[in-house]
């Protein structure tokens, strides 16, 4: 029979062991880092540590705004009024700033929970849902994450190029590529995606498509431009 005076846990004496191991590694290694640990070092191997517990505090002390276009706005001091939006960006030093409330669909606190500003006309049919706007955001936010189309940059710096021999009226060449190219939406099968699941919502895939399709537009009128201008000094330096 075991008396209860030598009856010994397992657990707390395999807790102690690894306590005690790991003690002895860290003390190991100061000493031969430093030779002898002293209040100077100390001092040396907390001060980056205070300074990332302190970043990573004010990041996780933030509000944020999540805005009809996928975008979201890190903020602080969010002050929600009947027409606007009062906030301040996370610099110290931003003036506050304000944001038309049609173009928020929700603020998420710091504390986790959500209020959603967005809704939708009840006299409108076709009018998204919250929460079918919630998953069209979601598509636009893959979209501008994942969507790359660098063919569509390189045509179109070839085409603004060439339309520097029209001179003056090769001006028209780039936004009129950008709105043929634009008027395609890409094949969403090929696409990346955080989800292969969310691509069988035909909300998520317009949420996709539509950023897609001004990604495209906007980067066929700055690389158009940049051809055009590249295209009109070479000519000029040639003939």
């Known amino acids: 029979m075991i008396s209860g005076a030598n009856v010994v846990n397992i657990d707390t004496l395999r807790?102690?062991?690894c306590a005690f191991v790991l003690r002895e590694f860290f003390t190991r290694i100061f000493y031969c880092s430093f030779g002898e640990l002293t209040l100077i070092h100390m001092r040396i191997l907390l001060f980056p540590l205070f300074f990332f517990l302190l970043g990573y505090g004010s990041v996780k002390a933030q509000d944020t705004?999540?805005?009809?276009?996928?975008?979201?706005?890190?903020?602080k001091s969010v002050d929600l009024k009947d027409y606007t939006i009062a906030y301040r960006k996370m610099d110290g030093k931003s003036?506050?700033?304000?944001?038309?409330?049609?173009?928020?669909?929700?603020i998420r606190y710091r504390d986790g929970s959500e209020r959603v500003i967005y809704s939708s006309d009840s006299l409108d049919p076709v009018d998204f849902k919250p929460e079918e706007m919630r998953m069209f955001i979601k598509g636009e936010?893959?979209?501008?994450?994942?969507?790359?189309?660098?063919?569509?940059?390189?045509?179109?710096?070839?085409?603004?190029?060439?339309?520097?021999?029209?001179?003056?009226?090769?001006?028209?060449?780039?936004?009129?590529?950008?709105?043929?190219?634009?008027?395609?939406?890409?094949?969403?099968?090929n696409q990346k995606v955080s989800d292969p699941v969310l691509l069988q919502n035909n909300i998520y895939r317009e949420g996709y498509e539509r950023k897609a399709r001004d990604r495209k537009i906007r980067n066929a009128i700055i690389s158009g431009f940049a051809g055009f201008v590249a295209g009109t000094v070479a000519f000029s330096i040639i003939y």
């Open 15 to 17: 807790d102690e062991e």
């Open 65 to 75: 705004l999540v805005l009809i276009n996928g975008k979201m706005l890190a903020v």
């Open 95 to 106: 003036r506050l700033k304000t944001i038309d409330p049609e173009r928020v669909f929700s």
């Open 141 to 189: 936010q893959d979209a501008d994450k994942f969507y790359k189309n660098n063919l569509n940059k390189g045509v179109a710096f070839v085409f603004g190029a060439g339309g520097g021999l029209l001179g003056f009226y090769g001006l028209a060449v780039p936004p009129l590529y950008s709105t043929i190219i634009g008027s395609f939406s890409p094949k969403m099968e």
